[in-house]
């Protein structure tokens, strides 16, 4: 059974993709967008004074976007052949460990990190957001996207765990994930590394396109739960 998911994962990837204007290829990258807008422009900094860092840039998709907003934004990731195609794209990048940033204290005013965090382990998740809170500047903003383990599609890996009584939880739709949250335990990971404040959104859905004061709408905490993903910000 985790095989023929695993097989049908890139077909139900594809049919979620959209690309408004030949930019954005998800719903949730709009968010994160306007998100990162605000927040650079809010905090009296400008796009020629922000240095960023994506944790975990992958290909850099995301990472050549959200460029635009910000004057300097390093890649780290320790795949080196994704590095290589988000060097390509023109993003300065590093390989790396999230667990050991090859970066000195206090370098960045906003380090950034979206579905990263559940394809590792909890102890290695910790160990990554307590480097992200060391390598940030005082007042820094840490911007962290991941998947709700409560989300409706999760329907399906509560079946797959059921029929799997091997004392283990599996992600039928994303078998390479290996530890997902939900609201409540992904803010508890957080504030364990002495952030001092955080502030949450929740995605509805990340394949919907809705207009931008839609999409940056609270949604109401009896829907929250079950939302499909949650971006927390948390401050130094």
């Known amino acids: 059974m985790r095989v023929i998911f695993g097989m049908l994962n890139p077909i139900l990837r594809s049919a979620m993709l959209f690309i408004p204007n030949g930019t954005f ?4 990258w709009k968010i994160e967008f306007y998100i990162i807008k605000m927040l650079v422009n809010n905090k009296g900094r400008t796009n020629n004074k922000c240095i960023a860092l994506d944790v975990a840039c992958g290909d850099g998709d995301r990472t050549s976007i959200f460029s635009v907003l910000i004057k300097e934004i390093v890649g780290i990731d320790i795949d080196l052949t ?9 993003i300065s ?21 979206f579905h990263f965090i559940e394809h590792v382990r909890l102890l290695d ?31 399906i890996n509560l079946i797959g765990n059921f029929l799997y009584k091997r004392g283990r939880r599996l992600y039928l739709l994303n078998p390479d994930h290996v530890h997902e949250y939900d609201i409540k335990e992904f ?6 590394s002495n952030f ?11 394949f919907i396109k809705l207009p931008r004061e839609i999409a ?5 905490n009896i829907l929250s739960e079950y939302c499909n993903q949650i971006l927390v910000l948390a401050r130094k």
């Not at 001092?196 to 990340?206: A, E, F, H, K, L």
């Not at 940056?216 to 109401?220: A, G, N, S, T």
């Open 25 to 28: 290829r998800h719903f949730d």
């Open 82 to 90: 994704r590095l290589r195609k988000a060097k390509a794209k023109g």
């Open 93 to 113: 990048v590093i390989q790396g460990d999230a667990r050991r940033i090859p970066f000195r204290d206090d370098v960045f005013h906003l380090v950034l990190s």
């Open 125 to 155: 998740a910790v160990a990554s957001i307590n480097e992200m809170y060391r390598v940030l500047r005082k007042k820094g903003w840490l911007l962290l996207v991941t998947p709700n383990r409560k989300r409706l599609s999760s329907i």
């Open 187 to 192: 803010l508890t990971l957080i504030k364990r």
């Open 196 to 206: 001092r404040r955080t502030s949450t959104w929740i995605i509805p859905m990340g």
């Open 216 to 220: 940056l709408i609270r949604v109401p």
